[in-house]
């Protein structure tokens, strides 16, 4: 397997023979999973506030999976060529655009799993293509537990401070339940949250 870039996914697995794996990190052993060689794979879309766990949690369910991950921000600032705050000191609009070109291709792969920006469900768009290829799931977390944690003068939606995280919470949650196929309600041990969110990925793919 290669990468094209460094933020560039992993070119689909295509195994000589059926792929079978046990799913790593769980509390209790689970039973091995069959995929069948040459199988459309539906992608994963993580959805969320910023600060909520998409892309911990993405990282180790591809792990888990043995698929792909993509942070789509990582992947929107290398091929737009610009970083976010750029592209949000131009204006918001223009961020926007950007994360719709992003939203366009990565929902023409499959077998992904995506964590996406925490803005992406403001434009209706990017859910319809997301929805295409691939089965959302809404990490739901605790606008204090993530105003407690995450370094929100680094991200430029937050750079007023810890009270916009309640604010833009209230905004989404509405957008994220619609977008939503399931719900992942992220507290407690990481453990237990990626093994709620691993069998939900696998049971989305029709397998169980």
Do not use: W
Not at 5 to 30: C, D, Q, Y
Not at 42 to 49: P, R
Not at 90 to 100: L, M, P, Q, T, Y
Not at 121 to 130: D, M, Q, S, W, Y
């Amino acid at each position: 397997m290669r990468r094209t870039s460094p933020f560039e996914p992993l070119e689909p697995i295509e195994p000589a023979e059926p792929l079978s794996f046990a799913i790593k990190g769980a509390a209790r052993p689970e039973r091995l999973i069959h995929f069948p060689k040459g199988a459309f794979m539906k992608n994963i879309i993580l959805i969320g506030m910023p600060g909520c766990g998409k892309s911990t949690l993405g990282r180790r369910l591809a792990g888990a999976l043995h698929r792909s991950f993509v942070d789509a921000d990582a992947y929107l600032e290398e091929k737009e060529g610009k970083s976010i705050p750029e592209l949000f000191a131009v204006s918001e609009d223009c961020f926007r655009d950007a994360e719709e070109r992003t939203i366009e291709a990565l929902a023409k792969r499959e077998s992904l799993v995506i964590a996406t920006g925490g803005g992406v469900v403001k434009r209706a768009v990017n859910i319809e293509r997301l929805k295409k290829t691939g089965t959302i799931y809404f990490i739901d977390r605790r606008p204090e537990d993530i105003a407690g944690d995450v370094e929100v003068s680094t991200r430029p939606l937050l750079a007023e401070g810890s009270a916009k995280v309640y604010t833009l919470y209230h905004e989404r949650i509405t957008l994220y339940r619609k977008a939503a196929d399931e719900i992942v309600v992220n507290e407690g041990s990481l453990e237990s949250v990626l093994e709620k969110l691993t069998k939900l990925a696998i049971r989305g793919q029709g397998i169980i």
